[in-house]
């Protein structure tokens, strides 16, 4: 008798029972079977006395594992005998486990006796919901060292076949993988089968209402995998969230409202309504305030009602608990902000469900409430005093309406142009997730920013990440991501989710570019922006391009940046920056090296390196660093070039900025002359120069859409970001 327990046990839909504590080992495995991930044949006892009639036919060494309540890990417990020569040693084996876990004041429900797998590598493979993502896997490798290594990927389910690999790739115990110290490689075709198995498109990760699912250790060898233990806790089966998209929505009244009515200004006592309609006067968008008795605010018409507005677009800031009320009489209007808080994130999820019901009732689409509004020059839309920017292509989202304003002015301080802002508040309604899909198709915007302080509705976002996927670049920024609220859980699995991890799985596998600061998202959407346009080899597709055949080195199919500036540490530390975010200072081709030297670039005596060093300041020759980027790309494409200049030289060994501005102008035309490379400006130690010179220099460079960090820090990141988004992909 070797099969396990008869048929797999039924866990489909919670909804047909009430969820049982847990499954025994036996029957996940039996389920583990059925779904075609290798387990040790086994068999089950009841009882010590039946275990070596169980354990005839299965071929030693043999294991014995008691199971039932208390039995979480069984190690501790003693409740794990392996190397058993066979059944006669099981049967004794079993009474011994049975005396010990009495005494220890637990009954196991019974015994598992099954045959011992080769050692291997000890890997863990799991999945578990997260609260604001849903199911997610987890691969690592520990069995017993798990905790301690603390070695794991994480990928939202379903898991590509790519993801399964990445995931596998980025463990810092990948060698043991590949055969370490002579030991031959594990089947790793086996390993992704597995995973993919567990967490990829259809696999038991849909069957199962996590909860959570561990199978550790698996154990790989070069024969294949195999899962030796196997954990299965059901959740309690809720929606990750509810979906509130309306398909199809339109959210172009959103950003360029035909007229806007502010709803809750006040015609004594100026207010935050007062204050949007001084906004909204420096847009010049048709206007309304709606208000029972004035005859006009600020200046501004006003209505009674604002079913009488006429606007597709309302504004609406009145007291939370009179908001629902307002909002009922929004017929004909297309969009409802409302700014006031006080909802739940106020613990008032009552008065917010009011809200949405209302919004519902009158045929709008609701954004907020705990918002500030949306921005968008080119539609007149503004939640900030003062001038509209220039109009542009960069969209950004945002759940925080203060951290929206500092980046649309700091950003147009540094040259960025919007298309769409949207603060979204406690998206009650309309989601980041919704509004990504709808930027995905609009002609307006090439590059998209957010700021998340929490996934909302993650599955969602999640899609509409992948929706846009290789078409719109996205840089997140996620505030409080090591402060994520996640469920104690008793099983490693769900402990270890817990970091916030979860947000990179989340740009790793949709192509996002995660960051870490407003700088830095800043920063990446500058570089976006600039580049928008050039058309630059892939990293990874390089061979692609009909460019010069590259040498297929592994180097050459990263992302390969050339750096150039003035000799000294900087350049040194350049490449250590570059080196941290992932680049890759490929070599030079030696067919350069006599032009190099022919112009006088490279350091005295030796061979031009990359970072390339040239003499750049007040005494160099401008021309120089357009000579030398022309004559270096036309014989390697480098996607990136990334020159740097140590500003302050201008002014010490020098006294006008005018070389500097030649350097900068010569920079712009090399950027003309190349529009399959991108070339970016690092403008060190800027703050020595007299005031004025920086922005003259990055309007010089803004002309030729290059654009310019003041550290190599900050170029680094927005040069990775573009390195990892490939179109198409
Ligand atoms: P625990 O509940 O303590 O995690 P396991 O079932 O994982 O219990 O068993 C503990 C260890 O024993 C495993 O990490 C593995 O190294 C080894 N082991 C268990 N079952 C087998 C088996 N069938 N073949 C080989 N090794 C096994
Ligand atoms: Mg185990």
Same mark, same amino acid.
């Given at each position: 008798?070797?099969?396990?327990?008869? /048929?797999?046990?039924?866990?489909?839909?919670?909804?047909?029972?009430?969820?049982?504590?847990?499954?025994?080992?036996?029957?996940?495995?039996?389920?583990?079977?059925?779904?075609?991930?290798?387990?040790?044949?086994?068999?089950?006892?009841?009882?010590?006395?039946?275990?070596?009639?169980?354990?005839?036919?299965?071929?030693?060494?043999?294991?014995?594992?008691?199971?039932?309540?208390?039995?979480?890990?069984?190690?501790?417990?003693?409740?794990?005998?392996?190397?058993?020569?066979?059944?006669?040693?099981?049967?004794?084996?079993?009474?011994?486990?049975?005396?010990?876990?009495?005494?220890?004041?637990?009954?196991?429900?019974?015994?598992?006796?099954?045959?011992?797998?080769?050692?291997?590598?000890?890997?863990?493979?799991?999945?578990?919901?997260?609260?604001?993502?849903?199911?997610?896997?987890?691969?690592?490798?520990?069995?017993?060292?798990?905790?301690?290594?603390?070695?794991?990927?994480?990928?939202?389910?379903?898991?590509?076949?790519?993801?399964?690999?990445?995931?596998?790739?980025?463990?810092?115990?990948?060698?043991?993988?590949?055969?370490?110290?002579?030991?031959?490689?594990?089947?790793?075709?086996?390993?992704?089968?597995?995973?993919?198995?567990?967490?990829?498109?259809?696999?038991?990760?849909?069957?199962?209402?996590?909860?959570?699912?561990?199978?550790?250790?698996?154990?790989?060898?070069?024969?294949?995998?195999?899962?030796?233990?196997?954990?299965?806790?059901?959740?309690?089966?809720?929606?990750?969230?509810?979906?509130?998209?309306?398909?199809?929505?339109?959210?172009?009244?959103?950003?360029?409202?035909?007229?806007?009515?502010?709803?809750?200004?006040?015609?004594?006592?100026?207010?935050?309504?007062?204050?949007?309609?001084?906004?909204?006067?420096?847009?010049?968008?048709?206007?309304?305030?709606?208000?029972?008795?004035?005859?006009?605010?600020?200046?501004?018409?006003?209505?009674?009602?604002?079913?009488?507005?006429?606007?597709?677009?309302?504004?609406?800031?009145?007291?939370?608990?009179?908001?629902?009320?307002?909002?009922?009489?929004?017929?004909?209007?297309?969009?409802?902000?409302?700014?006031?808080?006080?909802?739940?994130?106020? /613990?008032?999820?009552?008065?917010?469900?009011?809200?949405?019901?209302?919004?519902?009732?009158?045929?709008?689409?609701?954004?907020?409430?705990?918002?500030?509004?949306?921005?968008?020059?080119?539609?007149?839309?503004?939640?900030?005093?003062?001038?509209?920017?220039?109009?542009?292509?960069?969209?950004?989202?945002?759940?925080?309406?203060?951290?929206?304003?500092?980046?649309?002015?700091?950003?147009?301080?540094?040259?960025?142009?919007?298309?769409?802002?949207?603060?979204?508040?406690?998206?009650?309604?309309?989601?980041?997730?919704?509004?990504?899909?709808?930027?995905?198709?609009?002609?307006?915007?090439?590059?998209?920013?957010?700021?998340?302080?929490?996934?909302?509705?993650?599955?969602?976002?999640?899609?509409?990440?992948?929706?846009?996927?290789?078409?719109?670049?996205?840089?997140?920024?996620?505030?409080?991501?090591? /402060?994520?609220?996640?469920?104690?859980?008793?099983?490693?699995?769900?402990?270890?989710?817990?970091?916030?991890?979860?947000?990179?799985?989340?740009?790793?596998?949709?192509?996002?570019?995660?960051?870490?600061?407003?700088?830095?998202?800043?920063?990446?959407?500058?570089?976006?922006?600039?580049?928008?346009?050039?058309?630059?080899?892939?990293?990874?597709?390089?061979?692609?391009?009909?460019?010069?055949?590259?040498?297929?080195?592994?180097?050459?199919?990263?992302?390969?940046?050339?750096?150039?500036?003035?000799?000294?540490?900087?350049?040194?530390?350049?490449?250590?920056?570059?080196?941290?975010?992932?680049?890759?200072?490929?070599?030079?081709?030696?067919?350069?090296?006599?032009?190099?030297?022919?112009?006088?670039?490279?350091?005295?005596?030796?061979?031009?390196?990359?970072?390339?060093?040239?003499?750049?300041?007040?005494?160099?020759?401008?021309?120089?660093?357009?000579?030398?980027?022309?004559?270096?790309?036309?014989?390697?494409?480098?996607?990136?070039?990334?020159?740097?200049?140590?500003?302050?030289?201008?002014?010490?060994?020098?006294?006008?900025?005018?070389?500097?501005?030649?350097?900068?102008?010569?920079?712009?035309?090399?950027?003309?002359?190349?529009?399959?490379?991108?070339?970016?400006?690092?403008?060190?130690?800027?703050?020595?120069?007299?005031?004025?010179?920086?922005?003259?220099?990055?309007?010089?460079?803004?002309?030729?859409?290059?654009?310019?960090?003041?550290?190599?820090?900050?170029?680094?990141?927005?040069?990775?970001?573009?390195?990892?988004?490939?179109?198409?992909?």
């Amino acid at each position: 008798m070797t099969a396990s327990t008869g /048929g797999p046990p039924e866990i489909s839909g919670a909804s047909q029972r009430p969820a049982p504590a847990r499954f025994a080992e036996h029957e996940v495995k039996a389920l583990l079977r059925e779904w075609g991930v290798a387990v040790p044949r086994g068999a089950t006892a009841a009882v010590p006395a039946e275990v070596a009639a169980a354990a005839r036919g299965l071929t030693p060494p043999l294991v014995l594992k008691a199971h039932g309540p208390g039995l979480v890990h069984k190690s501790d417990a003693g409740a794990v005998r392996l190397g058993l020569s066979g059944p006669a040693e099981a049967e004794s084996a079993a009474g011994e486990m049975l005396a010990g876990l009495v005494s220890r004041g637990i009954t196991p429900d019974g015994f598992l006796v099954e045959e011992q797998a080769a050692p291997g590598v000890e890997l863990i493979v799991g999945v578990v919901r997260d609260p604001g993502f849903g199911p997610v896997l987890l691969a690592g490798l520990g069995g017993v060292w798990t905790e301690v290594m603390r070695d794991t990927a994480l990928c939202l389910c379903p898991a590509s076949e790519a993801d399964a690999r990445r995931m596998l790739a980025a463990l810092r115990g990948a060698p043991l993988l590949h055969g370490h110290r002579g030991r031959p490689a594990v089947d790793s075709e086996a390993l992704v089968g597995l995973l993919l198995a567990i967490g990829g498109a259809q696999g038991l990760w849909e069957r199962l209402d996590l909860g959570e699912f561990e199978l550790n250790p698996v154990i790989a060898t070069e024969e294949g995998v195999i899962a030796v233990d196997a954990r299965y806790l059901p959740g309690t089966a809720e929606p990750t969230g509810p979906r509130r998209e309306t398909p199809g929505q339109d959210f172009t009244a959103l950003f360029e409202p035909r007229a806007v009515a502010v709803v809750g200004a006040s015609a004594s006592r100026p207010n935050f309504g007062n204050m949007f309609l001084e906004f909204y006067k420096a847009t010049g968008v048709p206007l309304v305030a709606v208000h029972p008795e004035a005859d006009e605010i600020n200046g501004v018409p006003t209505v009674p009602t604002l079913a009488q507005a006429g606007a597709d677009y309302a504004l609406v800031a009145v007291p939370a608990d009179r908001c629902a009320e307002v909002v009922r009489h929004a017929k004909g209007v297309s969009f409802v902000q409302v700014m006031s808080g006080g909802f739940g994130e106020a /613990g008032a999820a009552g008065l917010e469900a009011d809200l949405v019901r209302a919004a519902r009732e009158a045929g709008a689409r609701l954004l907020g409430p705990n918002c500030m509004g949306v921005y968008s020059p080119r539609g007149g839309q503004t939640f900030i005093g003062g001038e509209p920017g220039p109009p542009g292509h960069v969209a950004l989202i945002s759940q925080s309406g203060g951290l929206a304003g500092e980046v649309v002015r700091v950003g147009e301080r540094r040259g960025l142009a919007f298309s769409r802002v949207a603060t979204v508040g406690n998206s009650a309604d309309v989601t980041p997730a919704e509004l990504l899909g709808w930027l995905g198709g609009d002609e307006h915007t090439s590059v998209v920013g957010m700021y998340l302080e929490d996934p909302r509705d993650g599955r969602a976002l999640f899609e509409a990440l992948m929706s846009v996927r290789g078409r719109l670049p996205v840089v997140l920024l996620v505030g409080g991501r090591s /402060g994520q609220g996640r469920r104690a859980a008793a099983s490693h699995t769900g402990g270890m989710v817990g970091d916030g991890r979860v947000w990179q799985a989340l740009a790793d596998q949709t192509g996002a570019v995660l960051v870490g600061s407003q700088d830095d998202l800043i920063g990446a959407l500058s570089f976006f922006q600039s580049h928008s346009s050039r058309i630059v080899p892939p990293a990874g597709s390089v061979a692609d391009t009909a460019r010069e055949p590259w040498t297929g080195r592994d180097e050459d199919c990263l992302p390969a940046v050339l750096v150039i500036g003035p000799s000294g540490g900087a350049s040194v530390l350049a490449a250590d920056v570059l080196d941290a975010a992932g680049l890759v200072l490929a070599a030079l081709p030696d067919e350069t090296r006599d032009v190099l030297k022919a112009l006088g670039a490279g350091a005295a005596g030796t061979s031009p390196a990359n970072p390339l060093e040239v003499p750049v300041g007040p005494r160099g020759r401008p021309e120089l660093v357009r000579e030398v980027i022309g004559a270096i790309v036309a014989r390697r494409p480098y996607p990136d070039v990334v020159a740097h200049v140590n500003v302050q030289s201008f002014f010490t060994f020098g006294t006008s900025a005018d070389p500097l501005y030649a350097y900068a102008h010569n920079l712009a035309r090399a950027q003309r002359d190349l529009p399959g490379t991108r070339i970016t400006l690092v403008t060190r130690n800027g703050e020595c120069a007299p005031p004025g010179v920086e922005d003259e220099v990055r309007a010089i460079a803004a002309g030729a859409g290059i654009p310019v960090y003041r550290s190599m820090e900050a170029a680094a990141v927005a040069v990775a970001a573009a390195a990892r988004f490939i179109r198409g992909a």
